[in-house]
């Protein structure tokens, strides 16, 4: 009798799906200069030099002109998509429900390739003309804006050399700029390990106790971003300020769900977007690069 109720004893079926670990928001799209929804197939972003007072010698002489630098820089938009199918059969034998966590999966994907694209404008050559007759020409960011590798890790000397070329180029908080930082878990372990870091007189206790770099430290706001680029041995961290990046969507995140009629009815859980990113000022950014 005990053993044919245990046999017929309910089993709980898992209703969900365990995604694996996983950056699930965008998190460098609130670090941009944001330019909305964008009509077209690509988007410009002027720029314009500093000038400088001229004194006056010949209280009736001719004005003398002082021509800025001007600049039209163009961030062209790709499209991405990205369809999961699932088999209609699979449906009647599966208490859980795929199409829940395949969305949260196709979205957390999406906002990971604006995160990419947002990392690559900073870094990358940006289409620029400085003539309205003339052509669009790659400009790159500057050597004076890359502290290399120098065969070491991550440092404090470093993130000194990029706080000081913020300061001389005017773009830190004494002139209302925001600055942010990425950094890995190659960062994290060469940054904690820095035993002159790491000491009360460098580092807030609460970042020892937490083990990270989240928050406001050096003046930079860190942000976590695990798709360095990496060439070779050697990876890049980028520091910049909210105006250094201009960011649009043409598309923001469309979902649809439903059979496909050609699959044999298979379900097809489909996203798509469009979006462009484009460097505004190359003085608003510091690559670091380390082994």
């Known amino acids: ?15 969900s799906f365990v995604l694996a670990a996983q950056q699930k928001v965008s998190r460098l799209q609130a670090t941009t200069t944001d330019r909305g929804m964008i009509q077209g197939a690509s988007f410009t972003i002027n720029d314009m030099g500093a000038v400088d ?30 369809a999961l199918p699932v088999d209609k059969n699979d449906l009647p034998k599966l208490l859980a429900n795929p199409q829940g966590s395949y969305l949260e999966s196709s979205i957390a994907a999406h906002n990971r ?11 990358d050559t940006v289409l620029r003309n ?23 890790g991550m440092t404090k000397a470093k993130l000194l050399t990029a706080r000081k070329l913020f300061r001389k180029n005017e773009s830190d908080d004494n002139n209302g700029q925001e600055l942010f930082i990425t950094y890995d878990g190659e960062t994290l372990e060469d ?7 790491t000491s009360a007189d460098f580092l807030a206790v609460q970042m020892l106790q937490s083990g ?3 928050g406001k430290w050096l003046g930079f706001n860190w ?23 201009h960011f649009g969507m043409g598309e923001n995140i469309v979902t649809d769900v439903g059979p496909r009629r050609d699959k044999r009815n298979t379900i097809q859980v489909y996203t798509s977007m469009s979006l462009g990113a484009g460097r505004a000022k190359e003085t608003d950014v510091v690559r670091i690069d380390f082994v």
């Open 223 to 245: 942000i976590p971003y695990e798709n360095l680029l990496v060439t070779g041995s050697v990876r890049s961290n980028v520091a910049w300020t909210r105006t250094a990046c």
């Open 191 to 197: 940054l904690l390990a820095d035993t002159t870091l």
């Open 53 to 82: 007072a001229q004194q006056v010698t010949n209280r009736y002489g001719d004005t003398e002109w002082t021509i800025p630098d001007h600049g039209t820089r163009q961030a062209l938009m790709t499209d991405w998509d990205l």
């Open 130 to 152: 400085t003539d309205q007759a003339g052509s669009f020409s790659p400009t790159a960011l500057p050597s004076t804006q890359i502290i290399l590798n120098g065969g070491t």
């Open 1 to 15: 009798m005990n053993a044919t109720l245990t046999a017929a004893f309910v089993q709980q079926f898992h209703d």
């Open 113 to 123: 390739r604006k995160d990419k694209i947002i990392y690559q404008a900073l870094i």
């Open 212 to 214: 990270d770099l989240k």
